[in-house]
């Protein structure tokens, strides 16, 4: 019954900051995973590097984590998360796109995505948020 975005900083256009999602995710991910996996964040700095770092045993998982504004940049986002494995040696990624929408399933499900970019398994996953 919580609203994690509730009362959560904004931009001028009343969108939440990417910080306040990247934020979440990682918290939400050092709950579910902490106890088995190492969560390390790459705080937002606009290099167009991965947010996330999930690290278990040998295996090593990036996130890239957006703030969908437009759906134009899409395409840029997945091939950027994508090159960027692809620079670690890796063949999976995945792109986090925090969505203004609530209630709209078929347009999160549209932007949730599995596909292959330049060798890359990039899964793109859709979260709603207000």
């Known amino acids: 019954g919580i609203d994690p975005w509730k009362e959560q900083p904004r931009r001028a256009d009343l969108r939440l900051t990417e910080a306040v ?6 918290a939400w991910l050092k709950e579910a995973v902490g106890g088995r996996c190492a969560v390390s964040p790459e705080f937002p700095t606009g290099n167009g590097k991965v947010d996330l770092v999930v ?7 990036v996130l890239e984590v957006k ?28 792109l986090a796109l925090f ?13 949730s995505t599995t596909e292959d970019i330049d060798g890359v398994r ?3 996953v859709a979260i709603p948020w207000g």
Not at 21 to 26: I, K, Q, S
């Open 21 to 26: 999602a990247h934020f979440h995710l990682y």
């Open 55 to 61: 690290q278990w045993e040998d295996r090593v998982s």
């Open 67 to 94: 703030s969908f504004t437009a759906l134009y940049d899409v395409p840029k986002w997945r091939r950027q998360a994508a090159a960027y494995a692809r620079s670690l040696g890796l063949d999976r990624a995945v």
């Open 99 to 111: 969505v203004p929408v609530i209630g709209d399933e078929a347009f999160l499900a549209s932007l």
């Open 122 to 124: 990039l899964v793109t």
